[in-house]
């Protein structure tokens, strides 16, 4: 299969440029004929699952960080044999990846052993190694919390003198975001130290059974691994508790008197046991409400926390469903029973005594590491993020106070080395006693990235670059983005349609199973869910966990990327609703309002025109 | 229930019986296709109600009618190989077999059955298939019994008595005689047992295998359908309908609507099925409703679990029936194509989770 080579692809006029907006080597290039044919040679494709828009310069901190993280541990730390590590490139904004492999026959041997060894010791050791991840993770947390941002006094403190402390407020502001960066690395660091194991687990695991049954939809092998309790719930089901705590303590009228946090605030306040409510409230929060609205990759993905008019409306909905009799649960019960029935069935169907074996081997394996798949996602993306944007923000305040941004969101459109540069010129200025030299640089700099952004998003990103190879080995590749032939054919055939308008079928993966007929609502971000009707289809880019309470409103859901492990799928089969993830266009194709019919066993969305 | 066997006290062999007293090790008494009747029928599938004529009553006819010497004593000195001579004394048998009589006791017998079946269906003179059952120790090459002696549509009880006797009759084709002579076969410890079943009056009907045809996937549920008798599916004079299920949660993975342009139907002044051609709405409308082929999804599954092994199966939707009682298994047969394949191991001997994973990896995941 041929997609457009990334070397045709040309700048937007009026961005020509927009390369210094992103680290040098992100650049797709010519001139060095080596790079020329690898880059021409590769497969590239759009990372629309992480990036549904294009990148802030400021965010690539992530895309670098994981560039490094499951890179290293792919090639350098556990040596998977065929395959080396997830390059990176970015045009007009948009971050394309290539998995690279080894294809030294001679070399993937000599890899063979050392995988062995050290992916053997993770899986061997999983539950022991998750429990240490864990604490070394909450101390990354703990010290992020923790960490000061400080502000440039007119003249330093007394104690600085009487302590003989030796050093100023600005080598401390530079070292706090020095140290505020090296955090954020060093969570990457450990995000990927087991995901890449996990999902190869996965994968393989998923490959094993569509080999002995080349029919199986690819939503009952995760059906046999579903069940299990992840953290990913919790921020939800801590909605569902306050929800049921407002109830008991008779709140629940003012707190569905409003949606606004501040008016629901003050009314429960004034009810006898508004305080009691209000501090199982506080409690829930640490952490459970940094949980973002978003993927969490990016700076415009708020957590709970910094809006409380998102929870607010799960809670409000919660109480609703509750007052109507509705059980909110999720049928656990159930959903293990029908999880051990159709794995008993499946197995039972294999023929040979060797393969149930090793059925039943991956089985456990996916099992054991089902919950670090899903778990991590919380702690880093969310958690850990969530407070990593506010700190930002922080140093953004004193960068404005100095003039070097306008505003506190302009930080975005600097590159994070770039703001290191400022915070220098700031404090030697500070320090000094004259005027910062980016005063004048910044402002018009930014302005023009502004209109640039602009034009990013303006432009539709091809799905894919370069060439196809004829296998995939890369295990995130497979699973995530679940690029395969099929997939990447039925995008490519939408992309040739020539009138969107006409487009009555859309394919993605079958997610979760289920056929229902309703409206279609378009959502584009968390805050747009509050749009959402009773019956409602979400038709979304994509989902993450703080979109949970939308998942007790609607009938089914389609997204526009995701495989069948995305957050979309996973709650949906919990939840028992029909999904459809990786449609490619969906939220481009569909509107609110249209009638659909989703039949999740087959992928298929049918548009009612 | 009790079977045969059992019910049987004195060592006598019953004449007459019904097929859900049949089981698997009933062949020598009711021959295969009874016996594997009777075996779906006490597995809780549902089967057209009907009954059998024994090889015992068989046996019990011969030896009344006192043709047994007479019809040794054509055979002794037929010269096989003359086709005419063959079919003269094959015709001269088969005449003399089809105009006895039945002794009183197994008529009343055959009466009392079809009687029965009759009130069970809810009709008067319920109309029937009665066809020949053959029993397979006996018979070696199944085509031998004959495809032809199975009379569909025949109502009344001298039409069915008249019917079985054309049954055993049919042991004295031409074909039959010969191939028995070349085997060196004693006719006297011959013997065929006779079904009588009630008439599926299908509205809609075809095949289903338990397992995926295409490539053997066990996890699926194969079914072809069309409107009428199942001739049309079986013989491929139509392109039918096809349907495929995931066995395990009896979704409906695909649906395929074809183009049907001919069905087959009774024409009840001959009491013979006949091609009729469907008219033009009704050819692209999905002859089996997404209720039914789960229902018959279901019970394709719990057959195959009775038999331990991946089943081709013949059924019908009847017409004359309410919802909810009106699928029926016509025939189950073991699936051979796959079913008696080499079934290459995916994984190696004592390979962990590791091994297949490294050695998955090593193989990649085909993107094109």
Same mark, same amino acid.
């Given at each position: 299969?041929?997609?457009p080579?990334p070397?045709?692809i040309?700048?937007?006029?009026? %961005?020509e440029?927009?390369?210094?907006?992103?680290p040098?080597?992100?650049?797709?290039s010519?001139?060095?004929?080596?790079?020329?044919?690898?880059?021409?040679e590769?497969?590239?494709f759009?990372?629309g699952l992480?990036?549904?828009?294009?990148?802030?310069p400021f965010d690539?901190?992530?895309d670098e960080?994981?560039?490094?993280?499951?890179?290293q541990?792919?090639?350098r730390?556990?040596?998977?044999?065929?395959v080396?590590?997830?390059d990176?490139?970015?045009?007009?904004?948009?971050?394309?990846?290539?998995?690279?492999a080894?294809?030294?026959?001679?070399?993937?041997?000599?890899?063979?052993?050392?995988f062995?060894?050290r992916a053997?010791?993770?899986?061997?050791n999983?539950?022991?190694?998750?429990a240490k991840?864990k604490?070394?993770?909450?101390?990354?947390?703990?010290?992020?919390e923790e960490?000061?941002?400080?502000?440039?006094p007119e003249?330093e403190?007394?104690?600085?003198v009487t302590?003989?402390?030796?050093?100023?407020k600005?080598y401390?502001?530079?070292?706090a975001y020095?140290?505020?960066?090296?955090?954020?690395?060093k969570?990457?660091q450990?995000?990927?130290?087991?995901l890449?194991l996990?999902?190869?687990?996965?994968?393989?695991?998923l490959?094993?059974?569509?080999k002995?049954?080349?029919?199986?939809?690819?939503?009952r092998?995760t059906q046999?691994?579903?069940?299990?309790?992840?953290?990913?719930?919790?921020?939800?089901?801590?909605l569902k508790?306050?929800?049921?705590?407002?109830?008991?303590l008779?709140?629940d009228?003012a707190?569905?008197?409003?949606?606004?946090w501040?008016?629901?605030?003050a009314a429960?306040?004034?009810?006898p046991?508004g305080?009691?409510w209000?501090?199982?409230h506080e409690?829930?929060?640490?952490p459970w409400?940094?949980?973002?609205s978003?993927?969490?990759?990016?700076?415009k993905d708020r957590?709970?926390?910094?809006?409380l008019?998102i929870p607010?409306?799960?809670i409000?909905?919660?109480i609703?469903k509750?007052?109507?009799g509705v059980?909110i649960?999720r049928?656990l019960?159930?959903?293990?029973?029908e999880?051990?029935?159709?794995t008993?069935?499946?197995r039972?169907?294999i023929?040979?005594?060797e393969d149930?074996k090793?059925?039943?081997?991956?089985?456990s394996?996916s099992?054991?590491?089902?919950p670090?798949?899903?778990n991590h996602?919380f702690?880093?993306?969310h958690?850990f993020h969530?407070?990593?944007w506010?700190?930002?923000r922080?140093?953004?305040?004193?960068m404005k106070?100095?003039?070097?941004?306008?505003?506190?969101?302009?930080i975005?459109?600097?590159?994070?080395d770039?703001i290191?540069q400022?915070?220098w010129?700031?404090v030697t200025?500070?320090a000094?006693?004259?005027?910062?030299?980016?005063?004048?640089?910044?402002?018009p700099?930014?302005a023009?990235?502004k209109g640039v952004?602009?034009?990013?998003h303006?432009?539709?990103?091809?799905?894919?670059l370069?060439?196809?190879p004829?296998v995939?080995q890369?295990?995130f590749t497979i699973v995530?983005w679940g690029?395969?032939?099929?997939?990447?054919?039925?995008?490519?055939a939408v992309q040739?349609?020539?009138?969107p308008?006409?487009?009555t079928?859309?394919?993605g993966?079958?997610?979760s199973?289920?056929i229902?007929?309703?409206?279609a609502?378009v959502?584009?971000?968390?805050?747009?869910i509050r749009d959402l009707?009773?019956g409602e289809?979400l038709?979304?880019p994509?989902t993450?966990?703080s979109?949970?309470?939308?998942?007790a409103?609607?009938?089914a859901c389609?997204?526009?990327?995701g495989?069948?492990m995305?957050h979309?799928?996973?709650?949906?089969?919990?939840?028992g609703?029909?999904a459809?993830?990786?449609?490619?266009?969906?939220?481009?194709?569909?509107? %609110?309002g249209m009638?659909?019919?989703i039949?999740?066993?087959?992928?298929?969305?049918?548009?009612e025109? | 229930?009790?079977?045969?066997?059992?019910?049987?006290?004195s060592?006598?062999l019953?004449?007459?019986?019904w097929?859900e007293?049949c089981?698997?090790?009933?062949i020598?008494?009711?021959?295969?296709?009874c016996?594997?009747?009777?075996e779906?029928?006490?597995?809780g599938i549902?089967?057209?109600p009907?009954?059998?004529?024994?090889t015992?009553?068989y046996?019990?006819f011969?030896?009344?009618?006192?043709?047994?010497r007479?019809?040794?004593?054509l055979l002794?000195g037929?010269?096989i190989?003359?086709?005419?001579?063959?079919?003269?004394?094959?015709e001269?048998?088969?005449?003399?077999i089809?105009?006895?009589?039945f002794s009183t006791?197994?008529?009343?017998?055959?009466?009392?059955?079809y009687?029965?079946?009759?009130v069970?269906c809810?009709?008067p003179a319920t109309?029937v298939?009665?066809r020949s059952?053959a029993t397979?120790?006996d018979?070696?090459?199944?085509?031998?019994?004959g495809q032809q002696?199975?009379?569909?549509?025949?109502?009344?009880?001298d039409?069915v008595?008249?019917?079985?006797r054309?049954?055993i009759s049919?042991?004295?084709t031409?074909?039959?005689?010969?191939y028995?002579?070349?085997?060196n076969?004693d006719d006297?410890?011959?013997a065929?047992s006779?079904?009588?079943?009630?008439m599926a009056?299908?509205f809609t009907s075809?095949v289903m295998f338990?397992?995926?045809?295409a490539n053997?996937?066990?996890?699926l549920?194969?079914?072809d359908?069309n409107?009428?008798?199942?001739?049309s599916?079986?013989?491929g004079e139509?392109?039918?309908?096809n349907?495929?299920v995931n066995?395990?949660?009896l979704?409906?993975?695909?649906r395929?609507?074809?183009?049907k342009?001919?069905?087959?139907t009774?024409?009840?002044?001959t009491?013979?099925?006949q091609?009729?051609?469907?008219p033009?709405?009704?050819?692209q409308?999905?002859?089996?409703v997404?209720d039914?082929i789960t229902?018959?999804a279901?019970m394709?599954k719990?057959?195959?679990?009775?038999y331990g092994?991946?089943?081709?199966?013949?059924w019908?939707?009847?017409?004359?029936?309410?919802?909810?009682?009106?699928?029926?298994?016509?025939?189950?047969?073991p699936e051979?194509v796959?079913?008696?394949?080499?079934?290459?191991?995916? %994984?190696?001997?004592g390979?962990t989770a590791?091994?297949?994973?490294l050695?998955?990896m090593l193989?990649g995941?085909?993107?094109m």
């Amino acid at each position: 299969m041929k997609f457009p080579s990334p070397h045709e692809i040309k700048d937007i006029p009026g %961005t020509e440029g927009w390369e210094r907006m992103y680290p040098y080597q992100y650049k797709f290039s010519t001139d060095d004929p080596e790079r020329k044919a690898h880059e021409e040679e590769s497969f590239w494709f759009y990372d629309g699952l992480h990036y549904p828009e294009p990148l802030y310069p400021f965010d690539t901190i992530w895309d670098e960080a994981w560039y490094l993280a499951l890179s290293q541990f792919n090639n350098r730390i556990f040596q998977i044999p065929p395959v080396r590590g997830v390059d990176h490139r970015i045009i007009n904004g948009y971050v394309y990846i290539s998995p690279v492999a080894v294809k030294d026959p001679e070399e993937i041997g000599r890899r063979v052993p050392n995988f062995m060894e050290r992916a053997g010791y993770y899986y061997k050791n999983w539950d022991a190694l998750e429990a240490k991840w864990k604490v070394k993770t909450e101390a990354t947390i703990k010290e992020l919390e923790e960490l000061q941002i400080p502000h440039l006094p007119e003249l330093e403190e007394l104690s600085v003198v009487t302590d003989a402390v030796g050093e100023s407020k600005g080598y401390h502001l530079i070292k706090a975001y020095d140290d505020l960066i090296n955090l954020g690395i060093k969570c990457w660091q450990y995000h990927f130290e087991f995901l890449n194991l996990g999902y190869a687990a996965y994968v393989f695991f998923l490959d094993f059974v569509q080999k002995q049954f080349p029919s199986i939809p690819q939503q009952r092998v995760t059906q046999m691994i579903s069940g299990i309790d992840v953290i990913m719930f919790r921020s939800d089901d801590e909605l569902k508790k306050l929800a049921k705590k407002a109830i008991d303590l008779g709140v629940d009228e003012a707190i569905t008197s409003s949606q606004e946090w501040l008016e629901v605030t003050a009314a429960v306040k004034a009810l006898p046991n508004g305080q009691e409510w209000l501090a199982c409230h506080e409690e829930a929060r640490y952490p459970w409400f940094y949980i973002s609205s978003g993927t969490g990759w990016s700076h415009k993905d708020r957590s709970w926390n910094d809006d409380l008019n998102i929870p607010l409306m799960g809670i409000a909905t919660y109480i609703k469903k509750l007052k109507e009799g509705v059980d909110i649960e999720r049928p656990l019960e159930q959903i293990r029973a029908e999880r051990d029935r159709i794995t008993a069935e499946y197995r039972d169907l294999i023929e040979s005594e060797e393969d149930r074996k090793t059925f039943d081997e991956l089985l456990s394996t996916s099992r054991t590491v089902f919950p670090y798949v899903e778990n991590h996602l919380f702690y880093i993306e969310h958690w850990f993020h969530s407070v990593f944007w506010g700190k930002i923000r922080e140093v953004a305040a004193i960068m404005k106070e100095h003039g070097l941004i306008e505003d506190i969101e302009d930080i975005w459109y600097l590159r994070r080395d770039e703001i290191k540069q400022g915070l220098w010129d700031v404090v030697t200025a500070w320090a000094t006693g004259v005027k910062p030299r980016g005063t004048s640089v910044w402002p018009p700099e930014i302005a023009w990235r502004k209109g640039v952004m602009e034009k990013f998003h303006a432009w539709s990103a091809p799905a894919a670059l370069g060439t196809a190879p004829e296998v995939i080995q890369e295990p995130f590749t497979i699973v995530l983005w679940g690029v395969t032939n099929n997939s990447l054919a039925d995008w490519a055939a939408v992309q040739d349609v020539s009138d969107p308008d006409s487009i009555t079928e859309l394919k993605g993966f079958a997610a979760s199973p289920g056929i229902v007929e309703g409206r279609a609502r378009v959502c584009r971000s968390a805050n747009e869910i509050r749009d959402l009707q009773e019956g409602e289809i979400l038709v979304s880019p994509t989902t993450s966990p703080s979109w949970a309470p939308a998942f007790a409103k609607i009938k089914a859901c389609v997204t526009d990327v995701g495989g069948v492990m995305s957050h979309a799928a996973i709650v949906c089969r919990e939840y028992g609703l029909p999904a459809i993830v990786g449609t490619g266009h969906a939220t481009k194709i569909i509107k %609110t309002g249209m009638k659909l019919r989703i039949d999740g066993s087959s992928g298929i969305v049918t548009i009612e025109r | 229930m009790d079977s045969i066997a059992e019910n049987s006290a004195s060592n006598e062999l019953p004449l007459v019986c019904w097929l859900e007293d049949c089981r698997k090790d009933s062949i020598p008494l009711v021959g295969g296709k009874c016996s594997s009747l009777g075996e779906l029928i006490n597995a809780g599938i549902r089967v057209p109600p009907g009954f059998a004529v024994t090889t015992e009553g068989y046996r019990r006819f011969m030896a009344k009618a006192g043709v047994g010497r007479e019809i040794q004593s054509l055979l002794n000195g037929l010269d096989i190989q003359n086709m005419n001579n063959l079919e003269e004394v094959s015709e001269t048998i088969r005449e003399m077999i089809e105009n006895l009589t039945f002794s009183t006791e197994m008529e009343d017998l055959i009466a009392e059955h079809y009687r029965k079946l009759s009130v069970r269906c809810c009709l008067p003179a319920t109309p029937v298939a009665v066809r020949s059952s053959a029993t397979a120790e006996d018979l070696p090459g199944a085509s031998f019994a004959g495809q032809q002696d199975t009379y569909l549509w025949i109502r009344g009880t001298d039409e069915v008595l008249h019917h079985i006797r054309r049954c055993i009759s049919s042991l004295y084709t031409g074909r039959a005689i010969a191939y028995r002579a070349n085997q060196n076969f004693d006719d006297e410890h011959m013997a065929i047992s006779v079904g009588v079943q009630k008439m599926a009056n299908s509205f809609t009907s075809g095949v289903m295998f338990t397992l995926n045809p295409a490539n053997g996937d066990r996890s699926l549920i194969v079914i072809d359908s069309n409107f009428g008798f199942g001739e049309s599916v079986v013989s491929g004079e139509v392109t039918p309908d096809n349907f495929v299920v995931n066995k395990v949660t009896l979704d409906i993975l695909e649906r395929t609507i074809s183009k049907k342009e001919l069905y087959y139907t009774v024409d009840t002044k001959t009491q013979t099925s006949q091609a009729i051609e469907l008219p033009p709405e009704r050819q692209q409308v999905q002859s089996l409703v997404d209720d039914e082929i789960t229902a018959l999804a279901w019970m394709g599954k719990k057959i195959e679990k009775h038999y331990g092994r991946p089943m081709d199966i013949e059924w019908a939707v009847d017409k004359d029936l309410p919802i909810g009682g009106n699928i029926f298994i016509l025939q189950a047969r073991p699936e051979t194509v796959w079913s008696d394949k080499e079934k290459p191991v995916t %994984t190696d001997a004592g390979a962990t989770a590791m091994d297949y994973i490294l050695s998955s990896m090593l193989r990649g995941k085909k993107l094109m």
